[in-house]
């Protein structure tokens, strides 16, 4: 049961990358998030090839999907990191929970295959969670309330983003192995959202080389690292969907640390949501 520390803490470590933004990053620019956080990630990875000597490979056909994961992972990035600055992290982790639903379309286009019983009990459980995150005397206001936030909304685009960009890392790394595909993918991602930060925000890139931006950021970049290689080991020890399933549990953590690190309110109504849309991202994945 190794498997299953790591996938929890993987968990922990983006929940706790949420907090970080909302405790100091918050007059970090998103983009200046991102391509340190790309950056560094790829530089961790090289260093593991470094280190251990594993076979890098890199083929021409794998890179359209390399270009189009960098995008999808700067976009997803960016709206995570301006929801948690912006908003309450008790929104974004719940919200952020919603990405298995928006593999179900893409996953019925290709294979002609509708959800089993499980992956519908999934799909509901989900979705009725994400709607108890906000107040209101009927769903329909529940629902107007929810989108009516921005941090809502910015999750909700990571959440669809995350979904696609879900389809093209397993593509791609179970054609080159994931250790080749994420330094390739944190690579393309660091180098383009470096030269977007130069073009958008040069100034705002340069301060970020001062002292306390920079603790924040590697900080930052030091979670996202551990978070993956976390997860990454324990997919080798158990089948993918039960650890992406307890990886899904950083919603709940995000409400517990918004709680505890920020006074977020209302603990009970988004600790119970969480809980149902972790739930169901849960039979989503094990319904695959």
Known sequence: MTWFPLSLGAALTQA??????????????????????????????????????????????????????????????????????RGDISIVGPMLALSPVFTLLPDALLSGTLP???????????????????????????????????????????????????AVDRWAATGIGPPSYLLCSHGASGILSTVLAIAIVPRDLARSAAPGNLITLLAYALLGVTGTGMQTTALTMAPASYVNAIRRLSAVLSVVLGRALFGEPDLRRRLVSALLASAGAACLLLAR
């Not at 340190?36 to 280190?51: D, I, V």
């Open 116 to 166: 089993s019983a499980l992956g519908w009990l999934g799909l509901g459980l989900t979705l009725v969670g994400t709607v108890s995150l906000s107040g209101g005397s009927s769903w329909p206001e529940r629902l107007r309330t929810l989108l009516a936030r921005r941090d809502a909304l910015d999750a909700l685009g990571a959440a669809v983003l995350l979904g696609m960009l879900g």
């Open 16 to 85: 706790a990358q949420f907090a970080v933004i909302k405790g100091r990053g918050r007059v970090i620019p998103a983009l200046v998030i991102v391509a340190w956080g790309q950056l560094l990630s790829a530089l961790a990875w090289l260093a593991f090839f470094l280190f251990t000597g594993a076979r890098f490979a890199a083929p021409l056909w794998v890179w359209p999907a390399i270009i189009a994961s960098s995008f999808l992972a700067i976009s997803m990035n960016a709206l995570l990191a301006r929801a948690s600055a």
